[in-house]
């Protein structure tokens, strides 16, 4: 395994992070086994895999509990546990958001649920409307002089928010953001005109979520052909990734797997890996094999000529609402 910073932090992380949004029971394509999600997160520990990303709301709190179970008798100093926080817990008043109230409340409820006593990267999982960024970056601070939260990070916004959230922060002696979380692939590169620009002038640590966009790009979809199986058979979302200039990017990916011995999905992530602002993608593998599979994108080297390929026929544009992940 390979490690780099987050950031401009002092924090090592794997290349790879292990995306746990599918450890639970909420929706039909999440890994409904805590035996063999074990197994999954067993073999990310193995393999060197340090760096884990859960939230709050996934599965109401499951995926928490079953990171939590997974590391409890490792080495917690290299471990780096990161959640997030916003999506409603519960119906009701204060059930959600990011209210000093909210973000406090389920700060803790998520120490309770992984079984540690501090979290390395909160998150905001959105920006929230109806509250004070002020509001919720006080809160998050309170939380690092607690000494319950390490890092700080946002996830998924406008630029023009992030700024906002980092200016507020500086003006007002809060915690900074370090890292933000978005969504980041070969088909899916809208943020290359909105939020990275900002990342690199402002030395973010970037860690892309659906880098293989929700199973697209590799290869397990035929054109043409409605899918039976994974997200886009339930999510509208993923399968409006089935367009003309998408199905392009993926026979380029498809060309330079066979030309490697590498597999789709291990170039799709090179590609990720090769990008300077690019820390580390997050896999969310439902099997060891998938895991394995994604791990060894490490060892796939691509040239220039071959990252010109594999973007020539999609132009970034940030034109669009994202999905609520």
Same mark, same amino acid.
């Given at each position: @395994?390979?490690?780099?910073?987050?950031?401009?932090?002092?924090? =090592?992380?794997?290349? *790879?992070?292990?995306? +746990?949004?599918?450890?639970?029971?909420?929706?039909?394509?999440?890994?409904?086994?805590?035996?063999?999600?074990?197994?999954?997160?067993?073999?990310?520990?193995?393999?060197?895999?340090?760096?884990?990303?859960?939230?709050?709301?996934?599965?109401?709190?499951?995926? =928490?509990?079953?990171?939590?179970?997974?590391?409890?008798? /490792?080495?917690?100093?290299?471990?780096?546990?990161?959640?997030?926080?916003?999506?409603?817990?519960?119906?009701?008043?204060?059930?959600?958001?990011?209210?000093?109230?909210?973000?406090?409340?389920?700060?803790?409820?998520?120490?309770?649920?992984?079984?540690?006593?501090?979290?390395?990267?909160?998150?905001?999982?959105?920006?929230?409307?109806?509250?004070?960024?002020?509001?919720?970056?006080?809160?998050?601070?309170?939380? #690092?002089?607690?000494?319950?939260?390490?890092?700080?990070?946002?996830?998924? @916004?406008?630029?023009?928010?992030?700024?906002?959230?980092?200016?507020?922060?500086?003006?007002?002696?809060?915690? /900074?953001?370090?890292?933000?979380? +978005?969504?980041?692939?070969?088909?899916?590169?809208?943020?290359?005109?909105? #939020?990275?620009?900002? +990342?690199?002038?402002?030395?973010?640590?970037?860690?892309?979520?659906?880098? *293989?966009?929700?199973?697209?790009?590799?290869?397990?979809?035929?054109?043409?052909?409605?899918?039976?199986?994974?997200?886009?058979?339930?999510?509208?979302?993923?399968?409006?990734?089935?367009?003309?200039?998408?199905?392009?990017?993926?026979?380029?990916?498809?060309?330079?797997?066979?030309?490697?011995?590498?597999?789709?999905?291990?170039?799709?992530?090179?590609?990720?890996?090769?990008?300077?602002?690019?820390?580390?993608?997050?896999?969310?593998?439902?099997?060891?094999?998938?895991?394995?599979?994604?791990?060894?994108?490490?060892?796939?080297?691509?040239?220039?000529?071959? @990252?010109?390929?594999?973007?020539?026929?999609?132009?970034?544009?940030?034109? /669009?609402?994202?999905?609520?992940?």
């Amino acid at each position: @395994m390979e490690y780099t910073n987050l950031g401009n932090t002092g924090l =090592e992380v794997s290349r *790879l992070c292990m995306g +746990c949004l599918n450890f639970g029971t909420e929706q039909p394509w999440m890994l409904h086994d805590r035996e063999e999600a074990q197994e999954v997160l067993d073999r990310a520990l193995e393999l060197g895999i340090n760096f884990f990303d859960t939230a709050n709301a996934y599965s109401g709190g499951e995926s =928490e509990e079953i990171l939590g179970a997974a590391v409890a008798e /490792r080495d917690r100093e290299e471990l780096v546990l990161a959640t997030k926080v916003y999506f409603p817990m519960r119906e009701g008043p204060n059930g959600g958001g990011l209210s000093r109230k909210h973000v406090l409340d389920q700060a803790h409820a998520s120490l309770e649920r992984l079984d540690t006593d501090y979290i390395d990267l909160y998150q905001i999982h959105r920006w929230d409307e109806n509250v004070p960024i002020e509001e919720t970056l006080s809160a998050l601070d309170r939380l #690092v002089e607690e000494g319950v939260v390490r890092y700080v990070g946002a996830s998924t @916004m406008p630029a023009w928010k992030l700024m906002k959230a980092l200016h507020e922060a500086d003006v007002n002696n809060y915690e /900074r953001f370090v890292s933000m979380q +978005c969504e980041y692939n070969l088909v899916d590169r809208h943020e290359e005109a909105n #939020v990275l620009p900002l +990342c690199a002038d402002q030395n973010l640590g970037v860690i892309p979520w659906s880098p *293989l966009a929700g199973g697209f790009l590799t290869g397990k979809y035929e054109r043409g052909e409605d899918p039976d199986e994974g997200r886009a058979a339930t999510d509208e979302y993923t399968e409006n990734r089935f367009t003309d200039e998408n199905w392009a990017v993926l026979d380029v990916v498809e060309e330079l797997a066979e030309e490697k011995d590498a597999t789709a999905a291990q170039v799709s992530l090179a590609w990720l890996l090769r990008k300077e602002l690019v820390d580390a993608p997050i896999v969310g593998p439902r099997t060891v094999e998938h895991l394995e599979d994604d791990v060894g994108a490490l060892d796939v080297d691509l040239t220039d000529e071959e @990252m010109e390929r594999l973007e020539e026929p999609i132009t970034p544009v940030w034109n /669009r609402d994202i999905g609520d992940v």
